[in-house]
């Protein structure tokens, strides 16, 4: 553009010496060549203004590109992926937890248990004890007493029998009352309150297989309950699906009658009634996908507002897979490891996205 008005600059120049030459009146050309001089400013300017118009009107509206700018995807990225702006996520490393090998018994403790003590891990709402063990064929907890907790254990692989004084050894199978212990494998989930106190062995009775599993201890609404158990099945086709609620707490509460205790009927139905205000699910989360847990459970299920909410990544895949929580680049999970998720509600939303090479087996451990 300025090289096209530089050259009508040396146009008119040469216009200008034509009419001096012939146009003895010099005034005359003078006039010529200004009117001539002024006429190409104005458009030199127009153009100007033109252009900068042009230029204001396309900024001012939105891109014409269907696409967002960078900032605006990164800002509406955020806004899609993490829903719990209010709530605090502290991962629990692997590396963090206690360990002990046995021999017959490689386990791995979450929280304080045995002869390992961490102070900073003692207990996280009504969740007192996870454990992932490892026990090896012909081998396992001899007989041992409970008192005051409401103990669950979630079979990961292999076989692991309970037995008491109620069961003699033989009469394992699925064909005995679900209050009853069998020998349980994977999906199955045994439940044991304490109460007034029991005693209980746990063996791997298998000839070859080592039984992984986890042991998961939370403390009773309150204390002296009667003995009771149950075990149940859930399905690895649901937990494909969705999360799986696995435990809920008992109709009636803390003041549940001697009716409600003996019905032993959960809130949530299809679960495993616990006592205390506590669930507990589990899913199996295909790589690249992502499954919701609603905090508290959906509806009227658990009675605290506040909550906390406990995850673990299982080691189930040879650390392949891992987890994201709440879209958090800083609340990625490798296998073993955990997290604690505090300043929840009930009603919120946890997503939890498997980001591995494998599917991710999660259980997740939502209390007041």
Do not use: C
């Amino acid at each position: 553009m300025r090289r096209l008005f530089l050259l009508l600059s040396i146009l008119i120049a040469f216009f200008a010496t034509i009419i001096t030459l012939y146009k003895p009146n010099i005034f005359q050309t003078v006039s010529i060549t200004t009117n001539i001089a002024i006429l190409t400013l104005k458009t030199y300017l127009s153009s100007l203004t033109t252009k900068s118009n042009i230029t204001t009107t396309i900024s001012n509206h939105q891109p014409l590109s269907s696409s967002p700018p960078p900032s605006s995807m990164n800002a509406a990225k955020t806004t899609m992926s993490r829903t719990l702006h209010h709530a605090k996520i502290t991962p629990h490393l692997s590396s963090t937890r206690g360990h002990s090998d046995h021999g017959w018994l490689n386990t791995y403790h979450s929280f304080s248990f045995a002869n390992w003590y961490n102070p900073s891990y003692t207990s996280f709402g009504s969740l007192r004890v996870l454990n992932e063990d490892r026990v090896k064929p012909q081998s396992g907890f001899p007989t041992h007493p409970h008192r005051d907790f409401e103990i669950f254990s979630y079979i990961l692989s292999g076989e692991l029998t309970h037995r008491d004084s109620m069961l003699t050894k033989g009469a394992e199978g699925a064909d005995v009352s679900p209050d009853q212990f069998y020998r349980m494998k994977r999906g199955d989930v045994q439940f044991t309150t304490g109460g007034t106190g029991i005693a209980h062995s746990e063996f791997n009775e298998h000839k070859k297989d080592t039984v992984h599993f986890l042991q998961i201890w939370a403390l009773p609404w309150r204390r002296g309950l009667k003995p009771r158990y149950h075990t149940r099945h859930f399905s690895e086709e649901e937990k494909k699906k969705a999360f799986v609620t696995i435990l809920s707490p008992l109709k009636g509460g803390a003041d549940a009658t001697a009716e409600e205790e003996a019905k032993a009927e959960p809130v949530v139905e299809g679960t495993i009634p616990i006592h205390a205000d506590f669930l507990m699910g589990a899913g199996i989360i295909k790589e690249g996908n992502k499954f919701e847990w609603i905090v508290g459970g959906r509806g009227n299920v658990t009675e605290q507002n506040k909550r906390k909410v406990f995850v673990h990544l299982p080691m189930t895949k040879g650390g392949r897979a891992s987890i994201r929580l709440d879209g958090r680049d800083d609340a990625v999970l490798k296998e073993g490891d955990g997290a604690f998720i505090e300043n929840v509600n009930k009603g919120d939303k946890l997503w939890v996205e498997s980001v591995g090479e494998v599917e991710a087996e999660v259980v997740v451990l939502d209390t007041a």
